[in-house]
C-alpha cells in the first residue's frame, strides 16, 4: 500500500544583489593604518561592496526580485517573507515590511525580520522551514541582508577592513518529493554577548539619567578578533557535525560546505578539521568581505551559477554571529 510522502521542504530559487561601488583594500590604506598585504594575509579580503544611497530593504529587495523570478513564482504566489537582518531601515516598520510593499507581495501574509547577525539568513531559513514544513505557508521569501557600512566604525582598522554591504534571497517551497531541507540547527548563547555587538543608536528616557547606554559615545560594531575567531571555528565545526549526524552523512559526503564567509583563515580551520578538499568548501570572501546575513545566500547563489552545486548534491551551510549565534542547514540539492 502506497502512502504519501510527508511534506518537506525544498530551495526553489535562488537570487544576490551586491551594490556597484568596490572598495578595495588600496582605498582603506588611505583611511586607517592597514595595509593590504596584512589583510589580505590575515582574512583573505581584497574588496567589499559597498552602499551608496541604498537601504537593506533596496539591497534585500533586489536580490528577492531574482530569487522569484529564478524560482518561477509570482509575488502573488508568496505567503510568507522573512529577512534576517541586524542594519535594518528602520528599528520598524521591519525590512520584510518594506519589501513585502516594494514587491507587490500579497497584503495580510505574515512579514517579519529575525535578529541573529551573521547567522540571521540561516535563522530565517529555519523559520520559513517550520511554516512550509508545518503547512502555514506553501511559499516563503527568505532573505539575508545587511549594509554594515553604516554600523563599522571606519577609523577602527581591526574591524572596518572586515566587512561589506550586500543582500542574497531564495525561495522555499513545500515538496512531496526526494531531498530538499533536510535539517536545520540554530544555537545562541547570549552570556557572551561582549565579544561582537553594535550598540546603536544611544537613547535614554528623561527618568533614568546618563548611565543606562553601555557605551552612549560609540553606536559602531565592537569586536574581539581573537576570542571571536576561536568561537567561531568551533561553535561552526559543532554545527556542520549536528546537521551531519542528524542525517546519519559524514564530512565526505559533503559536495559543497558553503560557511559565512567571515576569515579564510576560519573556513580554513574548519576544512581541515573536516578533512574536507578545497573542491568542498565554497569561498568569495576575497570580493565581498562579510556581508553578515548576505554571505551565506550570495554565495549560494554564486555557486548554484558557476554551476558548482547539481541537482542530488549535499549542501551544507553554516554560519557564526553576535549574540552570540550560531547555525547550519543541510540540503540535498
Ligand atoms: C580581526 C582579525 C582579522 C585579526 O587578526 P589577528 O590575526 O587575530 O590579529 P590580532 O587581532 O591578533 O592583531 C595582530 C596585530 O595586527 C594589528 N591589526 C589589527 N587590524 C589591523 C589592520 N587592519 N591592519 C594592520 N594591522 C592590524 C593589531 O593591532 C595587532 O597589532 P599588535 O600586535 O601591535 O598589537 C581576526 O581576529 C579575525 O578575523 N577574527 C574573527 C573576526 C570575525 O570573523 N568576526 C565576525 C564573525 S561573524
Known sequence: MSSARALGTRIAGCGSYAPSRVVTNADIEGMVDTTDAWITARTGIRQRRVAMNEKTSEVASKAARVALSDAGVEPGDID???????????????????????????PGIPAFDVSAACSGFLYALDVADKYVRGGAAKKALVIGADVFSRIVDW??????????DGAGAVVVAATRGEGGILSTGVHSDGR???????????????????????????????????ETFKVAVRTMLSAVEEVLEANGLKP???????????????????????GLSDGQVFSNIDRYGNTSAASIPIALDEAVRSGRIKKGDIVVFVAFG????WASAAIRW
Open 80 to 106: 510568507l517573507v522573512v529577512t534576517g537582518t541586524v542594519t535594518p531601515d528602520m528599528v520598524f516598520p521591519s525590512t520584510s515590511c518594506f519589501v513585502q510593499a516594494a514587491l507587490g507581495l500579497r
Open 155 to 164: 577609523k577602527d582598522r581591526s574591524t572596518c577592513v572586515l566587512f561589506g
Open 192 to 226: 557572551k554577548w561582549e565579544m561582537l555587538y553594535a550598540p546603536g543608536v544611544a537613547c535614554s528616557n528623561p527618568f533614568e539619567g546618563k548611565k543606562h547606554h553601555p557605551n552612549p559615545h560609540t553606536p559602531y560594531l565592537k569586536m574581539k578578533g581573537n
Open 252 to 274: 565526505g559526503d559533503i559536495s559543497l560546505l558553503i560557511p559565512h564567509q567571515a576569515n579564510i583563515r576560519i573556513m580554513g580551520a574548519i576544512q581541515e578539521r573536516l
Open 322 to 325: 553576535g549574540g552570540l549565534t
